[in-house]
């Protein structure tokens, strides 16, 4: 989904665009604009440094996502080895900048409860051992290290992001199965959300113009899950899932990994999903709003109205009873 906006604001701002890919069906939304297309996974280094040879700039979009019940470990040395790749290939090549990708899990929340900013830290890794946090934590360390170390990298953070070509399987799923009314139910929460487009967008003035080594937190509206999920019921007219204590939520997403680990079907309630829902807080945008230039420019409302229009194209949406 972000890729596919970064690519489109990047040829709007007239730069020359390459694309790297897995598969070459995810290219067709893209086939109205130029671009030159290139194979790369994240686990070939030699394919990946093949892929950029001759850019001066990327934003890397293929940021690990724990999909399926594993070891916090297992999931953290699966998502740094693959970055690390990207990295070792970028390593001998001549760019001017290196955006990764971040995520504002990977912060944690003011002590003060006041919004989020940049200059948040962990003193150390985190004590939830959640998967998704983990994950994006490691990246995000992964990330400063290697800027440090003289990679010219810059983290931009957007956040809870919905709209078009969301493949349905992270934050769309909160759209999605409003709509359908298959929610389980959600944990309430803090979020801060922006419309897929805006943070493309906001990927691209990081990589003209963010400083190396800084993160940068692209963000749209503060509102809390119940607000969201709301405003998603409203739009599709659909019934608001029901709320689920966190400790419930945890109790019935362990249960599922125990079925799952006897054969059953992926859970629906993931440890992921809990962290997205639960574990947000609200985002201070300032810092890219003033350096960047930077601000959204579509509401949370449309931004709903655009992804529910795009389901429905991909024929995701079930016809109203």
């Not at 790369?40 to 700039?57: C, I, K, P, Q, S």
């Not at 293929?62 to 019940?69: I, K, L, N």
């Not at 051992?129 to 957007?158: H, M, S």
């Not at 655009?306 to 991909?314: D, E, M, P, S, Y």
Request: charged share 20%; proline share 6%; net charge positive.
């Amino acid at each position: 989904m972000l890729g596919h906006h970064a690519a489109a604001a990047a040829s709007r701002e007239g730069h020359d665009l390459v694309v790297t890919f897995r598969n070459l069906k995810s290219l067709e939304p893209l086939r109205h604009l130029k671009f030159d297309a290139r194979h790369a996974d994240l686990n070939d280094r030699d394919e990946l440094r093949a892929a950029l040879l001759g850019v001066d700039a990327v934003i890397n979009c293929a940021g690990y996502y724990p999909t399926v019940p594993r070891s916090w470990r297992d999931e953290v040395r699966t998502a740094t080895c693959q970055m690390d790749n990207f990295y070792s290939a970028c390593a001998d090549l001549p760019l001017r900048k290196i955006v990764y990708l971040g995520a504002a899990i990977a912060l944690p929340r003011d002590p003060e409860g006041q919004p989020a900013t940049e200059a948040l830290d962990y003193s150390g890794e985190p004590r939830d051992k959640n998967p998704y946090l983990q994950v994006k934590w490691a990246l995000d360390v992964q990330a400063r290290a290697k800027a440090k170390a003289g990679l010219p990298v810059t983290i931009a953070i957007p956040t809870m992001s919905f709209g078009e070509f969301d493949p349905g399987n992270t934050t769309g799923r909160f759209i999605l199965e409003t709509a359908n009314g298959t929610l389980p139910g959600y944990v309430n929460g803090r979020r801060n959300v922006i419309y897929a487009g805006d943070a493309g967008r906001g990927l691209v003035r990081v990589c003209e113009a963010g400083r190396l080594g800084e993160r940068y937190l692209l963000s749209g509206e503060n509102l809390t899950m119940q607000q969201i999920l709301s405003k998603i019921a409203e739009a599709a007219g659909s019934s608001i899932p029901r709320t689920i204590p966190l400790r419930a939520a945890k109790m019935l997403s362990a249960w599922q990994r125990v079925l799952y680990s006897l054969g059953g079907p992926v859970p629906k309630v993931s440890a992921s999903a809990i962290a997205v829902m639960s574990s947000g807080q609200f985002i201070d945008g300032t810092k890219a709003s003033a350096e960047l230039d930077f601000t959204p420019q579509v509401s949370v409302n449309e931004a709903i109205k655009r992804a529910l229009h795009w389901f429905q194209g991909q024929g995701l949406l079930k016809a109203a009873s």
